[in-house]
């Protein structure tokens, strides 16, 4: 059934693009790659691994396993305003109502047998334990091997060293449960064609910076994070050039206008997830979202012959998998490199990155007279959510903003 | 010329008219109920009536409050953050930390020197501590709410309810009656409840206060019991009150109306 229905949604969506064979339509593209991943998780032959955020995910497509974040799922669920009926099944079954919901939904998911069955599990223990708990218990529940990626918060020699060889031996494991062994050429090519995509992601993010930005609040939307998912592949790579060509393109014919952009902000963490007018909102006080915490490439170019090695300076350089004053001085430089006029952290729910460093970040950003606000919303449990008080905090810090 | 802020809350609907030199010609204050345009409606007439004006001598109506945007005929809406902060710089120039404390939120406002809101905090969670806390615990006390202000006159203990949930604090407050514990220690430890919640409020906008006026706006302002207690949670001899801190919001909306007419 699920098949069914992300088949029905790659139709459609290709549809739409062929209307149209020279358009850009990054987003377009995008959902269509999401949805295609959609279908290859839930086809009968593929090798499925479900995984924590900051999996090797270029090395795992070169090893032919179709692999994907849980909490992708849970946005997922959130977004087709289908996450609710998860989230009462895993409250009924006993998870705390207050535990992070991108969690929540994903393990009702797995509870009603809504998810593909996996072939193995790959936990990492950044950006959060939570998710290793999701894990572990999926590990349980499908009787499936569970191997633990353990991410040290710093970047040290040891560090990179003591992650390098379990990505090595990671790499062994997933051999061992796919009967094909990690082929060195096959993993070069990919990691080659991260580099690639990683170029691309670069100059999107550097377009965006300029004033005025010529994305609007929604087009960059959970790019950062998702686009991990096509590492490694060539559909990775044409995506990115289609995000950087439509911004190209909207810079080329002028397309935004600097009036809608009187107010510059930087979305901390994760975004909304289900359906919620916020770019209306902030677009009324003429306020928009020019950069996410998540959106940047913090990391060297792979090294197609260190290859272990590379991956784990890429894991290790994301400032949720170090401390928080990595996290504070990324985000000041974000700040500043995007010349923006406030911040938004949506403190999501139950979720101890975003809450439990909430003063730390306010007071980093503050200090280099960035003003912040602070929310305390669940991202993906609408029930929770209230919208008039979260249009009120938006347009009280908008006006405090413009004075 | 005429300006007209009116402030539509969760539990009243407020109205100010001023005048080109800023005074205050006329203002009322009605319950919003759940017809919140007939309560527009009626604070509208009463401010004309107290005046003597007509809707035709008002040059601008600037709307304020969650029902900000249900006013038909204004010329803005303003959020209420923004509104207090300006209505108390008119009533009690010289504030620095505006504590608010309304129907159904509560909010923190540091201003600057130059009366722009620096930051904000509101409560998100849950209405305890606000106006709707205060309404469900005088039910459970059995009190008037006007009564609820003195009732902690001579209270020593250290009870504190429980300031997460006003259903929660409500059973508290029945299980302590029957526990034989005396309503004044009970009022005490409600008002400290609240004060606990706001002085975290506070302390995220402000992480230093000393030194800074402090005053308090929305109809809790006028419970002598929880200005007690914010006092001594804030650690501060002077809590300023306006005359009229239920109407400060309206205020606000009022004078902004005729600063953007100017
Ligand atoms: S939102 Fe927080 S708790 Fe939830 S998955 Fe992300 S880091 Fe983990």
Same mark, same amino acid.
């Given at each position: 059934?699920?098949?069914?229905?992300?088949?029905?949604?790659?139709?459609?969506?290709?549809?739409?693009?062929?209307?149209?064979?020279?358009?850009?339509?990054?987003?377009?593209?995008?959902?269509?790659?999401?949805?295609?991943?959609?279908?290859?998780?839930?086809?009968?032959?593929?090798?499925?691994?479900?995984?924590?955020?900051?999996?090797?995910?270029?090395?795992?497509?070169?090893?032919?396993?179709?692999?994907?974040?849980?909490?992708?799922?849970?946005?997922?669920?959130?977004?087709?305003?289908?996450?609710?009926?998860?989230?009462?099944?895993?409250?009924?079954?006993?998870?705390?109502?207050?535990?992070?919901?991108?969690?929540?939904?994903?393990?009702?998911?797995?509870?009603?047998?809504?998810?593909?069955?996996?072939?193995?599990?790959?936990?990492?223990?950044?950006?959060?334990?939570?998710?290793?708990?999701?894990?572990?218990?999926?590990?349980?529940?499908?009787?499936?091997?569970?191997?633990?990626?353990?991410?040290? /918060?710093?970047? +040290? @020699?040891?560090?990179? !060293? $003591? *992650?390098?060889?379990?990505?090595?031996?990671?790499?062994? #494991?997933?051999?061992?449960?796919?009967?094909?062994?990690?082929?060195?050429?096959?993993?070069?090519?990919?990691?080659?064609?991260?580099?690639?995509?990683?170029?691309?992601?670069?100059?999107?993010?550097?377009?965006?910076? /300029?004033?005025? +930005? @010529?994305?609007?609040? !929604? $087009? *960059?939307?959970?790019?950062?994070?998702?686009?991990?998912? #096509?590492?490694?592949?060539?559909?990775?790579?044409?995506?990115?050039?289609?995000?950087?060509?439509?911004?190209?393109?909207?810079?080329?014919?002028?397309?935004?206008?600097?009036?809608?952009?009187?107010?510059?902000?930087?979305?901390?963490?994760?975004?909304?997830?289900?359906? $919620?007018?916020?770019?209306?909102?902030?677009?009324?006080?003429?306020?928009?979202?020019?950069?996410?915490?998540?959106?940047?490439?913090?990391?060297?170019?792979?090294?197609?012959?260190?290859?272990?090695?590379?991956?784990?300076?890429?894991?290790?350089?994301?400032?949720?998998?170090?401390?928080?004053?990595?996290?504070?001085?990324?985000?000041?430089?974000?700040?500043?490199?995007?010349?923006?006029?406030?911040?938004?952290?949506?403190?999501?729910?139950?979720?101890?990155?975003?809450?439990?460093?909430?003063?730390?970040?306010?007071?980093?950003?503050?200090?280099?007279?960035?003003?912040?606000?602070?929310?305390?919303?669940?991202?993906?449990?609408?029930?929770?959510?209230?919208?008039?008080?979260?249009?009120?905090?938006?347009?009280?810090?908008?006006?405090?903003?413009?004075? | 010329?005429?300006?007209?802020?009116?402030?539509?809350?969760?539990?009243?609907?407020?109205?100010?008219?001023?005048?080109?030199?800023?005074?205050?010609?006329?203002?009322?204050?009605?319950?919003?109920?759940?017809?919140?345009?007939?309560?527009?409606a009626r604070v509208t007439k009463d401010v004309l009536e107290q005046s003597g004006i007509s809707e035709q001598d008002i040059a601008s109506t600037i709307s304020t409050g969650y029902g900000r945007t249900r006013v038909a005929n204004r010329d803005g809406a303003v959020t209420e953050i923004t509104c207090h902060a300006k209505g108390i710089q008119e009533a009690v120039p010289g504030t620095?930390?505006?504590?608010?404390?309304?129907?159904?939120?509560?909010?923190?406002?540091?201003?600057?020197?130059?009366?722009?809101?620096?930051?904000?905090?509101?409560?998100?969670?849950?209405?305890?501590?606000?106006?709707?806390?205060?309404?469900?615990?005088?039910?459970?006390?059995?009190?008037?709410?006007?009564?609820?202000?003195?009732?902690?006159?001579?209270?020593?203990?250290?009870?504190?309810?429980?300031?997460?949930?006003?259903?929660?604090?409500?059973?508290?407050?029945?299980?302590?009656?029957?526990?034989?514990?005396?309503?004044?220690?009970?009022?005490?430890?409600?008002?400290?409840?609240?004060?606990?919640?706001?002085?975290?409020?506070?302390?995220?906008?402000?992480?230093?206060?000393?030194?800074?006026?402090?005053?308090?706006?929305?109809?809790?302002?006028?419970?002598s019991g929880v200005v007690r207690a914010l006092r001594e949670s804030l650690k501060t001899d002077t809590i300023h009150i306006p005359e009229r801190p239920d109407t400060i919001g309206a205020l606000g909306a009022a004078l902004i109306a005729r600063e953007r007419n100017a």
């Amino acid at each position: 059934m699920m098949y069914d229905y992300f088949s029905s949604i790659v139709s459609g969506i290709t549809a739409k693009l062929e209307e149209d064979p020279h358009g850009i339509h990054a987003r377009k593209r995008y959902a269509l790659a999401v949805a295609a991943l959609g279908q290859r998780l839930y086809s009968e032959n593929a090798r499925i691994a479900w995984c924590g955020v900051t999996a090797p995910f270029d090395l795992l497509n070169s090893m032919g396993v179709t692999s994907c974040f849980v909490e992708f799922v849970g946005a997922m669920l959130a977004s087709t305003e289908t996450a609710e009926l998860f989230m009462q099944e895993a409250e009924d079954a006993g998870y705390a109502a207050d535990s992070c919901a991108y969690h929540r939904a994903v393990t009702g998911a797995m509870l009603k047998s809504a998810m593909p069955v996996p072939d193995f599990i790959i936990g990492t223990s950044s950006p959060c334990t939570a998710g290793l708990a999701v894990m572990e218990n999926m590990a349980k529940q499908y009787r499936k091997d569970l191997f633990v990626l353990n991410v040290p /918060q710093s970047e +040290s @020699p040891a560090a990179v !060293r $003591f *992650l390098a060889l379990q990505i090595e031996e990671m790499a062994g #494991f997933v051999a061992g449960h796919t009967g094909q062994a990690l082929s060195k050429n096959r993993l070069g090519e990919a990691l080659e064609l991260t580099n690639e995509a990683t170029v691309l992601i670069k100059e999107i993010y550097g377009l965006a910076k /300029q004033k005025p +930005s @010529p994305v609007d609040s !929604r $087009f *960059l939307n959970n790019f950062g994070v998702v686009i991990t998912l #096509f590492m490694g592949t060539r559909e990775g790579v044409d995506i990115c050039r289609a995000f950087r060509d439509e911004l190209s393109h909207r810079i080329a014919t002028s397309a935004m206008d600097p009036s809608q952009e009187r107010i510059r902000l930087m979305w901390v963490q994760n975004r909304i997830q289900f359906p $919620f007018p916020m770019e209306s909102m902030l677009g009324d006080s003429g306020a928009k979202i020019v950069v996410d915490e998540l959106n940047d490439v913090t990391w060297e170019p792979m090294d197609p012959d260190n290859p272990f090695e590379s991956i784990a300076r890429r894991i290790l350089s994301i400032p949720f998998s170090r401390n928080v004053d990595s996290r504070v001085a990324h985000l000041q430089e974000l700040a500043r490199e995007y010349q923006i006029d406030g911040a938004i952290n949506p403190c999501h729910w139950g979720c101890r990155q975003g809450t439990g460093v909430r003063g730390i970040i306010s007071n980093g950003l503050r200090e280099i007279g960035v003003p912040v606000l602070n929310l305390e919303i669940d991202c993906v449990d609408s029930r929770n959510l209230a919208k008039g008080q979260i249009q009120t905090r938006f347009e009280a810090f908008t006006e405090m903003i413009q004075g | 010329m005429y300006f007209l802020g009116i402030d539509i809350g969760s539990l009243s609907c407020d109205a100010v008219l001023i005048d080109e030199s800023k005074n205050v010609v006329a203002s009322s204050v009605v319950p919003t109920g759940v017809r919140n345009l007939e309560a527009i409606a009626r604070v509208t007439k009463d401010v004309l009536e107290q005046s003597g004006i007509s809707e035709q001598d008002i040059a601008s109506t600037i709307s304020t409050g969650y029902g900000r945007t249900r006013v038909a005929n204004r010329d803005g809406a303003v959020t209420e953050i923004t509104c207090h902060a300006k209505g108390i710089q008119e009533a009690v120039p010289g504030t620095r930390i505006l504590i608010d404390i309304g129907g159904q939120d509560s909010k923190a406002i540091h201003i600057g020197e130059n009366g722009n809101v620096m930051d904000f905090a509101m409560n998100d969670k849950c209405a305890a501590g606000t106006g709707r806390f205060l309404e469900a615990m005088a039910r459970a006390l059995e009190v008037d709410i006007l009564d609820l202000g003195e009732l902690d006159r001579g209270a020593q203990s250290d009870l504190v309810l429980s300031s997460m949930c006003t259903v929660f604090a409500e059973s508290e407050v029945v299980s302590l009656i029957a526990n034989g514990t005396e309503q004044r220690e009970i009022a005490r430890g409600m008002n400290r409840a609240i004060a606990s919640r706001t002085f975290s409020l506070v302390k995220r906008v402000a992480r230093e206060i000393d030194g800074l006026t402090i005053s308090m706006s929305g109809g809790v302002a006028l419970n002598s019991g929880v200005v007690r207690a914010l006092r001594e949670s804030l650690k501060t001899d002077t809590i300023h009150i306006p005359e009229r801190p239920d109407t400060i919001g309206a205020l606000g909306a009022a004078l902004i109306a005729r600063e953007r007419n100017a």
